[in-house]
């Protein structure tokens, strides 16, 4: 392998979005997962509902190079790539003054969070609107720290029932952030959702993509089940 494509700070992440082709082999895809994780890679494989795709998998690591070995050997193994998404972990340019080690958690997690059982699980990729009466980009900083100072208190109305995971995706893919979800309910996804949305910060500025959705499992368990 050549020499490793790091981020000066924090980690790569990848999602990748498949379906099962004539030339899936469970064996190969387990192996591919292991071989991952043997070398560090962070692997969350999730059962997904719903026409767009039959399994999704979230990897995470430093090293750009070991992320496209993940991805090479799910292909090897008979799986499709039908969607994917490329971010980083990143901190906020609104969290000033938050404690280190809270900066630290979101620059360097552990995916799945360890804290609760939290099998419910969806991802969904945003941007912020450039629209002529609503540009986030046009407005003061203050103004946009305030309106995610109120965003970030609607969200965390909901600790302990979700853990949310937001990576930057400006200049790495189509949306400017992805954010992944784990909830210990799959009512929990949807009301997190639909409660920030009343947040301005996301009524009037924030534009969505497609959401995956699904069940957090090992990936003995989903290659079972496909």
């Known amino acids: 392998?050549?020499?490793?494509?790091?981020?000066?700070?924090?980690?790569?992440m990848l999602h990748l979005f498949c379906k099962?082709?004539?030339?899936?082999?469970?064996e190969s895809v387990v192996?591919?997962?292991?071989?991952?994780?043997?070398?560090?890679?962070?692997v969350?494989?999730?059962?997904?509902?719903g026409h767009k795709c039959d399994a999704a998998f979230m990897a995470m690591h430093e090293d750009w190079q070991a992320l496209r070995a993940v991805?090479?050997?799910?292909?090897?193994?008979?799986?499709?790539?039908v969607d994917s998404y490329v971010s980083l972990t990143e901190v906020s340019e609104y969290s000033k003054g938050m404690p280190e080690e809270m900066l630290q958690g979101r620059l360097y997690p552990d995916i799945p969070p360890k804290a609760h059982h939290m099998p419910a699980w969806c991802f969904y990729p945003m941007s912020k609107r450039r629209e002529a009466d609503a540009n986030w980009f046009t407005l003061p900083f203050e103004e946009r720290k305030a309106l995610m100072h109120e965003h970030g208190i609607s969200g965390r109305k909901f600790a302990g029932r979700i853990v949310q995971y937001i990576t930057g995706s400006t200049g790495l893919d189509d949306y400017e952030w992805g954010v992944t979800l784990f909830a210990v309910h799959p009512d929990d996804l949807k009301e997190v959702v639909y409660t920030m949305r009343f947040d301005e910060a996301s009524a009037k500025y924030a534009d969505f993509g497609p959401?995956?959705?699904?069940?957090?499992?090992?990936?003995?368990?989903?290659?079972?089940?496909l």
């Not at 392998?1 to 790569?12: A, D, H, N, T, V």
């Not at 099962?20 to 469970?26: C, K, L, V, W, Y």
């Not at 995956?212 to 990936?219: E, L, N, Q």
């Open 71 to 81: 991805q090479s050997g799910l292909q090897r193994a008979g799986l499709e790539v």
């Open 31 to 42: 192996a591919a997962v292991k071989a991952a994780e043997a070398v560090g890679v962070q």
């Open 44 to 49: 969350v494989a999730v059962s997904t509902l």
């Open 211 to 225: 959401f995956y959705t699904g069940m957090v499992v090992s990936v003995e368990e989903l290659v079972t089940s």
């Open 20 to 26: 099962a082709t004539p030339m899936f082999d469970g």
């Open 1 to 12: 392998m050549s020499e490793p494509i790091k981020p000066s700070i924090g980690r790569g």
